[in-house]
Antibody, heavy 120, light 106 residues
């Protein structure tokens, strides 16, 4: 059974960089069948896709966040990571990592989510 | 960007009711549409992919239909466990979600 787990600071100061890691267990992040995505959800609001990475390191980003987002992958640790720079209060949200099926199945496995608050 | 619009935003229903949620795309997405169920404090759960394919383990009372720009999620007989928020998501070009439909107890 595939499991994903987000980790990282729960509090980030404005203008700083938000950094999160997703650890994948029960399956290989190097599989050619999947992308690995980050998605966020502000309290009481809808879901926003941030971006994704393939095992090769190829990335796709939401155009609205592209200038501030970097997603990377560490296949040796079965992890992928998110960095979001120059954060503001508007970036306060629950951040999820998820598996994105290459064959077109949507997001079939999700982490439990981690709340990141941007505040001084 | 492809915009996804769900209706209604909130739906009040009773156990046993047949429930339909609609999702419209701002341009054609073929059948590249998924539906998710989310309960408070939990991650979304995949219900339907490729517009009408039922994810493994999801009860058969859930079904999806549509293609192009108009899609529906139907729950044939609403159960107590189904009260939740439902999201559609397109994965034709980049990935965007609808704003959600909350199914609440009538």
């Amino acid at each position: 059974q595939v499991q994903l787990q987000e980790s990282g600071p729960g509090l980030v100061k404005p203008s700083q960089t938000l950094s999160l890691t997703c650890t994948v267990s029960g399956g290989s992040i190097s599989s050619s069948f999947y992308y690995w995505s980050w998605i966020r959800q502000p309290a009481g609001k809808g879901l926003e896709w941030i971006g994704r990475i393939y095992t090769s390191g190829t990335t796709n980003y939401n155009p609205s966040l592209k200038s501030r987002v970097t997603i990377s992958i560490d296949t040796s640790k079965n992890q992928f990571s998110l960095k979001l720079s120059s954060v503001t209060a508007a970036d306060t949200a629950v951040y999820y990592c998820a598996r994105d099926d290459y064959g077109g199945k949507g997001f079939d496995y999700w982490g439990q989510g981690t709340l990141v608050t941007v505040s001084s | 960007d492809i915009q996804m619009t769900q209706s209604p935003s909130t739906l009040s229903a009773s156990v046993g009711d047949r429930v339909t949620i609609t999702c419209r795309a701002s341009q054609s997405i073929s059948s590249w549409l998924a539906w998710y169920q989310q309960k408070p404090g939990k991650a979304p759960k995949l219900l339907i992919y490729k517009a009408s394919s039922l994810e493994s383990g999801v009860p058969s009372r859930f079904s999806g239909s549509g293609s192009g720009t108009e899609f529906t999620l139907t729950i044939s007989s609403l159960q107590p466990d189904d009260f939740a928020t439902y999201y559609c998501q397109q994965y034709n070009t980049m990935w965007t979600f609808g704003q959600g439909t909350k199914v609440e107890i009538k």
